[in-house]
């Protein structure tokens, strides 16, 4: 079956730095990726819709500048947060769309906590 | 604005028993629906499909049901089992089914009991 992996699935970083996500399709490929954000108890918010050779398109209310997506490859999204902060943490989600099928299989999750 | 809404956060239900899950959207132009399990700490698993097209689903234990005019879908699962304890969001997509962008429901917590 199709596999979505994230690396990694929990961090930890100080406030004021950096950190990022990496999701990949393991074994298809795929020319679109979603990421999501869960908050304790809440639902999964669309953050971004990743497109492999372009710019990442944004959700209304997302910062671009803070929330920074790469798709460089049909099998590896990133999502860097810049200068996280602690309301930052949250459970961060990715899914890919296969190129053959078009279906949507989703990652195992990233949790980010930020001190 | 909550444009996909599940309005019992919670439901208990006995083993063997049937469960109903509700969930209403609000955009006319969503046109599939989809329900997901989740665990804590883990990504969603897809567990059925509708296209706004037909008005059931049917998959083993697990049937999803479209009322378009109420905008209104439901998840039975018959029997329920403990293994389906868990948080279950329904989803709607627009224009592109399950490959576009998912706008999801709040989640309802399921508790199968013995």
């Known amino acids: 079956g199709a596999v979505v992996s994230q690396h990694p699935s929990w961090v930890i970083c100080k406030s004021g730095t950096s950190v990022k996500i990496e999701c990949r399709s393991l074994?298809?490929?795929?020319?679109?990726m979603f990421w999501y954000r869960q908050f304790p108890k809440q639902s999964l918010m669309l953050m971004a819709t990743s497109n492999e050779g372009s710019k990442a398109t944004y959700e209304q209310g997302v910062e671009k500048d803070k929330f920074l997506i790469n798709h460089a490859s049909l099998t590896l999204s990133t999502l860097t947060v810049t200068s996280a902060h602690p309301e930052d943490s949250s459970f961060y989600i990715c899914?890919?769309?296969?190129?053959?099928?078009?279906?949507?299989?989703f990652g195992p999750g990233t949790r980010l906590t930020v001190t | 604005d909550q444009q996909v809404k599940q309005n019992s956060p919670s439901l208990s239900v006995q083993e063997g028993r049937i469960s109903i899950l509700n969930c209403d959207y609000t955009n006319s132009m969503f046109d599939y629906f989809l329900w997901y399990k989740k665990y804590p700490a883990e990504g969603p698993t897809f567990l059925i499909s509708i296209s706004s097209i037909k008005d059931k689903n049917e998959d083993g234990r697990f049937t999803v049901f479209l009322n378009k005019s109420a905008k209104h879908l439901s998840l039975h699962i018959v029997p329920s089992q403990p293994g389906d304890s868990a948080v279950y969001f329904c989803?709607?997509?627009?224009?592109?089914?399950?490959?576009?962008?998912?706008?999801f429901g709040t989640g309802t917590r399921l508790q199968v009991t013995l």
């Open positions: 074994d298809f490929q795929a020319t679109t």
């Open positions: 989803a709607a997509s627009a224009y592109g089914g399950t490959a576009s962008k998912l706008t």
């Open positions: 899914s890919a769309v296969q190129t053959d099928d078009y279906e949507q299989y």
